[in-house]
């Protein structure tokens, strides 16, 4: 949940940055071209009040400048060489009056459309933002006004290196702003999904435990929003509940197995004597002893399971390939009449955290349901193994397996495959070994066992549990 949360406040907080330091660098870019415009136009109006008083004689031949042009000319070379910006007046028909070296009306572009408003007694509008990556240059111009009428214009053409540097480092600043804020918020949103996800962590570890057996597990104050400890809150009730009810079904289960035995013991006895009284081979009475024993056998696997799952779970240091090597000994003989081989595979320190008579119980279920349904001639291997954090048995038969759906209700109670009616069994056997399983933290699995066959692992922690 948080690598689906974290990411979504991440991109909205990423967001909310650009959209505040975006218009921040349109304006710092626009603050410092206006400043540039502002200076030139500053600079263009006095060149303009010098060019107002600057007379022409055109009598003589030599055509001679008075005192106040050459001092204008002199201020423009010196404005140039100063500070790298070419201006000039020219006459409305774009003949200098004077002007910077090598300098003229441009034909077209910006320069020429700043010259020709100018020549309607305006100055110019502002222009175009010139952008960091743009290599273009900045044009003013100011009319010069001689008794109400446009004698010349003032142009200026202003390199735009220096602006654009500065709007870049300007916007290096707000980048970096920008980077520094998104790892503060990005730090907050850690803190803040942690926060509001600690609760949900603990739930959903108490939820598997719960899920796993261990009913005895509750989630304990972890903070978090209000909403999110209420609701622990309510999964604790819930959890109690639910406890209760098992507990009273378990109960309910082991007091009616108990009590039900002694009157099933009493009928079994009477129909034994009742046999004793009725020809030998009575088909009828051999078909209701038979229901009976199956009756008791019933009872007595639901008392295991009620017994398995309220049990708690004695759990040590256990060498699983001891334990495993053990029970195939005991089973041999059984194995051996039936027809059926019976081997082991065992591994060196293959131990497990676990309650050892459970384990063996459980064994014990899966071992008698592998040599049930193998027919005589075939095999039942028994291996044990370990691998990181937990230890397997694995115990695969040659009988005819389960189909894919079968598999699935596998374990369920009561459940037998519509196959194998006729084998017998009460359907708890599977049913009490992961209730014996699961009070430990293992689990049993069940899968085919290629070319066909039933393969059951049962896996077990190597480690203790913590908490």
Known sequence: MRTRLLPLLIVLMAGVLLALGVPL?????NGHQQQVVVDRIDDTARFAGLA????????????????????????????????????????????????????????????RGAFEEALYSRRSHDPPQVWPWERKRLYVASPVIRDGDVVAVVLTESPTGDMRSAILRGWLLIGAGEAVAMLVAIGAALRLTGWVLRPVRVLDATTHDIATGRLKSRVAAAGGPPELQRLAGSFNEMADNVEDVLEQQRAFVADASHQLRNPLS?????????????????????????????????????????????APADLGLTDIGELAA???????????????GLSFDGRAAATAWAD???????????????????????AVTVSVGSDGDSATIVVADRGPGLTDDELVRIGDRFWRS???QNVKGS?????????????????????HHAPHGLKVTVTLPRMAPTG
Not at 25 to 29: K, P, Y
Not at 75 to 88: D, K, S, T
């Open 25 to 29: 660098a349109v304006s710092l870019a």
């Open 52 to 111: 107002q008083y600057v007379t022409h004689d055109d009598a003589s031949e030599s055509t001679r400048r008075d005192e106040r042009q050459v001092t204008l000319e002199q201020e423009l070379v010196r404005y140039n060489r100063v500070y790298g910006i070419r201006a000039g007046v020219f006459y409305r028909n774009g003949e200098s009056m004077t002007r910077a070296p090598h300098w003229r009306v441009p034909e077209s572009g910006e320069g």
């Open 266 to 310: 009493a009928l079994l006895l009477r129909i034994e004597l009742l046999g004793l009284e009725l020809p030998e081979g009575n088909e009828e009475i051999a078909s209701v002893r038979t229901e009976g024993k199956r009756l008791a056998q019933v009872l007595d696997d639901l008392l295991d399971l009620a017994l398995a799952e309220h």
């Open 326 to 340: 053990e029970r195939v000994d005991a089973w041999r003989p059984l194995a051996d009449d039936r027809g059926v």
């Open 356 to 378: 050892g008579v459970a384990v063996s119980s459980a064994l014990d279920a899966v071992i008698d349901n592998a040599l049930k349904f193998t027919p005589r001639g075939e």
């Open 418 to 420: 519509g196959r194998h």
């Open 427 to 447: 359907g708890l056997g599977l049913s009490i070994t992961r209730a014996l399983l699961a009070a430990g933290g293992g689990r049993v699995e069940y899968g």
